[in-house]
């Protein structure tokens, strides 16, 4: 009769992993289309984060896409010259480290 439990558990656990792994996977995606709206890698000079705030200095400001931007969850974008400051909540710590580890 125990054995029925454990078999349960065992269920639930793997259930559990395949839907962290797919979280990560979908962040992963989001991140890369992110760098994307930004104009890519390599229209990105430089990346600051303040609580939940994502700053971002670019080469040619002109070619983000904002709104694409706003679409993946930005509650806010302000531009000030060739800076776009986001307000993307606690995802912006991890969007700067991912963009670091690209260049």
Request: no cysteine; glycine share 2%.
């Given at each position: 009769m125990h054995i029925e439990y454990i078999i349960i558990l065992i269920i639930l656990f793997?259930?559990?992993?395949?839907?962290?792994?797919a979280?990560?996977?979908?962040?992963h995606l989001q991140l890369n289309k992110l760098v994307e709206y930004l104009g890519g890698?390599?229209?990105?000079?430089?990346?600051?984060t303040n609580?939940?705030?994502?700053?971002?200095?670019?080469?040619d400001i002109s070619i983000v896409d904002k709104e694409a931007i706003q679409k993946l969850g930005a509650k806010g974008i302000v531009e000030?010259?060739?800076?776009?400051?986001?307000?993307l909540g606690p995802e912006s710590k991890q969007?700067?480290?991912?963009?670091?580890?690209?260049?």
């Open positions: 793997v259930i559990l992993l395949a839907i962290l792994k979280g990560k996977k979908d962040a890698k390599d229209n990105i000079i430089a990346t600051e609580l939940s705030r994502f700053k971002v200095t670019l080469k000030i010259d060739n800076q776009l400051k986001i307000v969007l700067k480290k991912y963009i670091d580890d690209l260049k």
